[in-house]
Structure formats: C-alpha cells, structure tokens
C-alpha cells in the first residue's frame, strides 16, 4: 500500500511538473482570463490549447499573445497577454546623417569668419563657418573643389563654375531679401560641365528664394546626393532639364509644408527631363521641436 501511494504521488508530481514547465498545455478544471485593462474571464476549457481556452473570453481579439501566470492562492492558473515589446523603429527614423542645425556638433571646431571666398580651381575648405550678407555668393568654386564640414549664413550660398565640385557635412541656410532669388546651391556657367556630389548636408531657406538647389541655363553637369535634407523656399531641389544630364537621390529628404510651391521640381525643357539616374529612400520629413522626423516615402516621379 505505501508503494502503491508513493507511485500515485509520483504520478501527480509529473502533472505539476507538466503543468509548470508547458506553456501550451493546461491539467486544470478552471483557469482566468485577464485582458490588458485587467477584465476577468473564467471558464473550464474544453482542450488543452491555451488559445482555445480564452478564445471566447474577453483575450479573444485576433493576432494577442498569452502568457501563464501562477493563480495564487486559488490555485488557478491565469492567463494575461504577453507584455508588448517595443516596437522596432523604422531604421531611416535616427539615420538621417545630417547637420539639424547651424549649431550643430559636428561644427564644434570651426573657424568663423565674415568674409566672402572664392575658390581656385583644387581647392578645398575645412571646418569654416561664414555669416556674411552682401547678396553674393557666400563661396563660389572656379573649379573643381571640395567643402568638408562648412556652415553658411547669408543671402546666398554656394555657386558652381565647373568640375568636380564636392561638399560633405555643410549647413547652408540661405535667407533672400528683397527682390533676391536666393540659392543654397546654385550651378551656373553655361555650356560648364562636371560633377557636384552633396553628402550629409542640409539646405535650409527663407524669404526670397528660388531653391535650395539649383542648376539652370545649359550648366552640362550631373547631381549626386546622398544623406541630403532640404527645407524652404520656393523649391527644394529644381533641375530643369538644361540644368544637367543626370541626378541621383539616395536618403534624401524634404520636410513637409516648408516649401512655397513643391520640395522638388524636374522642369521638362524642349520635351525633355533631366535623367533621374537614382531614386532610392526619398522621404518626407517633419520635426518634433529639435527632433528630426523620418516619414513617408516619396513616389519617384
């Protein structure tokens, strides 16, 4: 008799054992369900799926995940939703790998001055900051030549001769007066070719503009931008399609609302377009006080 009471306990510690290592089987005549605003549903399941014994309880809405909660005291088993992870953040939403401000800390090392420059052809500028307001462009390009980590405030920004002109981490807001035409970019020298690659930059306009970035009047070249964000004036981004042959968009973004007309414009000129060579992660954009917001993706057009 003591062995056969042993072997019967034996046999009801496995079912314990079972009950409290399984997560989708349940050994109990009474379990509780617990929905998320803690509404209580008890019942006597009729299978062993954890599923189907809440599914006509108040857990019942499609695609929720349980978990099984020792019931205290009652010895019944509860069963409450599974704690909601984090969702996982769109990743383009903390990579837009652009200055967000003339501020920014990726300046913390520049040398500031008041004074136009203009650049020979092979030239290059590092770690500069210019507030200047003549009306003129604030840097202009000869030729070839490269700006790494340069901010600019002023009435117009950066013009472009020729060559192969390339700037990384630059901060241009451009604010026209007047009857300006403002640019933060702008490519002009007809019949002048070459390549102009914008990295981690940003283009930020106010008052009289015509564009962020502009290039115009039979200017041959081709336009790369990678990690690029505009904000303001009348466009964005305007290429006409004598403004160049080609141009690529890769992480580029526009914030929503800021522009006067659209945040980018392709002008067809004589039934043709400037060739859209690349269009790949084009975004809108918004800010959330000094937050920079990815959004929805933009149609390539």
Request: hydrophobic content about 40%.
């Amino acid at each position: 008799m003591r062995y056969l009471m042993i072997l019967t306990l034996l046999q009801v510690g496995a079912v314990i054992v079972q009950l409290t290592v399984t997560s989708t089987r349940i050994e109990s005549s009474e379990l509780t369900c617990l929905d998320s605003a803690g509404a209580v549903f008890s019942g006597a399941p009729q299978a062993n799926d954890v599923q189907e014994a809440c599914r006509s309880g108040a857990l019942a809405a499609q695609g929720k995940e349980f978990e099984i909660r020792p019931g205290g005291a009652t010895g019944r088993i509860m069963i409450v939703p599974a704690a909601t992870p984090d969702p996982t953040p769109d990743p383009a939403a903390n990579s837009a790998g652009v200055p967000l401000g003339f501020d920014d800390p990726v300046y913390a090392n520049v040398t500031s001055g008041t004074t136009r420059i203009v650049l020979s052809p092979d030239s290059s500028l590092t770690d500069l900051s210019i507030v200047e307001n003549s009306g003129e462009p604030t840097i202009t390009c000869d030729g070839s030549c490269s700006l790494t980590r340069v901010r600019i405030q002023s009435r117009e920004g950066v013009r472009c001769i020729s060559g192969n002109i390339n700037l990384a981490w630059v901060y241009i807001a451009a604010t026209g007066v007047g009857n300006d035409h403002a640019d933060g970019l702008q490519c002009y020298a007809p019949g002048s070719t070459g390549t102009v690659t914008v990295k981690n930059s940003t283009f930020r306009m106010a008052g009289a503009t015509t564009a962020g970035y502009w290039s115009a009047d039979n200017w041959r070249g081709s336009h790369v931008f990678e990690n690029v964000l505009f904000e303001g004036g009348n466009h964005g981004l305007r290429i006409p399609a004598d403004g160049g042959s080609s141009v690529s968009l890769k992480n580029v973004y526009f914030v929503r609302g800021s522009f006067r007309y659209s945040a980018f414009l392709f002008d067809v000129v004589n039934g043709r377009r400037i060739d859209i060579a690349q269009w790949e992660n084009v975004r809108w954009a918004s800010w959330q006080g000094d937050k920079l917001v990815l959004g929805q993706l933009i149609p390539r057009p």
